[in-house]
């Protein structure tokens, strides 16, 4: 089965998927989601294949998440109803993958953020290389963090979670092996052989391949992580990473404060509220608020002034 952005074949064991649009760093649009999801019902009751394994085209990007720019020409078109379809069927993909009865491999090299962490991430092999870079940017664009997020990252270790979720901190391949984001390190060289492999003899070859993990690279900030982010209130956030007086927690704040003041607010009450919450029910509430998110000014202005026109200088309202 292929298509112009997503090709599902058969190789061997497994069924592969290959996320096909490089030129936009294989960002998913709905016809993706739903190829991605076809495939994987059609391979969930077939014999001859074990395990899925699912990784982007290009070199640069695994994906850098959903289709952004086109889900805010719909906010603008007043298309809420396709709005919601497009959230629905990204969070029933989630969904799929997380309950797929046979094993999920997401090999990722280059760029995984969004939506591209929300079809790799809740599999159960998430393999990086050093060229792997991770991240959950949004409340950079005024939305949150989703596609069950929500659900993982208030289960990373410590605070690191609200850390990512409302920073949009960047962790590269190692430090996201580090946090439990991805479960193997492998050198990008060595990733065509591992599927390779996988194709021939199964999933149990991952093991072989993966690599120690160097040190930590936010080790000598985890403390601090834990303190300020552990904190009850955005506010009390704010003031905590204010009292510790280093570089990093200057950095740190600097950057929550071109984050949507909203967004922030938003997304703290939504990791706080995902710490009690099963996977299908973070999704459920994801959707429930990208229907409010989606409508909020700065929606809208968070995405062209990140994504559109780039100029960085969105104007929040409020400010």
Known sequence: ??????????DGRIGHILLNRPKALNALDLDMIRAIHAALDGWRDAPSVHAVVIEGAGGRAFSAGADIRAIRGLVLAGEAAAVETFFAEEYA?????????????????????????????HGRLRVTSEAGLFAMPETAIALFPDVGTT???????????????????????????????????????????????????????VAGYARPLPEFSLAPHRAAINRCFGAASVAEIFSRLEAEGTAW????????RTMSPSAVLWSFDALRRGAGLSLREALAAELELTRHVTRHPDF????????????????????
């Open 249 to 256: 927690a200057s950095e740190t704040l600097a950057g929550l």
């Open 1 to 10: 089965m292929t298509g112009s952005s997503v090709v599902a074949r058969r």
């Open 300 to 319: 809208a202005e968070g995405v062209r002034a990140m994504v559109v026109d780039k100029d960085r200088q969105p104007r929040w309202v409020p400010a």
């Open 93 to 121: 993909l989630n969904a799929t993958i997380a309950a797929y009865p046979k094993p999920y491999v997401a090999l990722i090299d280059g760029i995984c953020m969004g939506g591209g962490i929300g079809i790799s991430v």
């Open 151 to 205: 659900f993982l990252l208030p289960r990373l270790p410590g605070e690191l979670g609200m850390f990512m979720g409302l920073t949009g901190a960047r962790m590269a391949g190692a430090d996201a092996a580090h946090a439990g984001i991805a479960t193997h390190f492998v050198p990008r060289a060595d990733f065509a052989a591992l599927r390779a492999d996988i194709a021939r003899d199964g999933v149990a070859a």
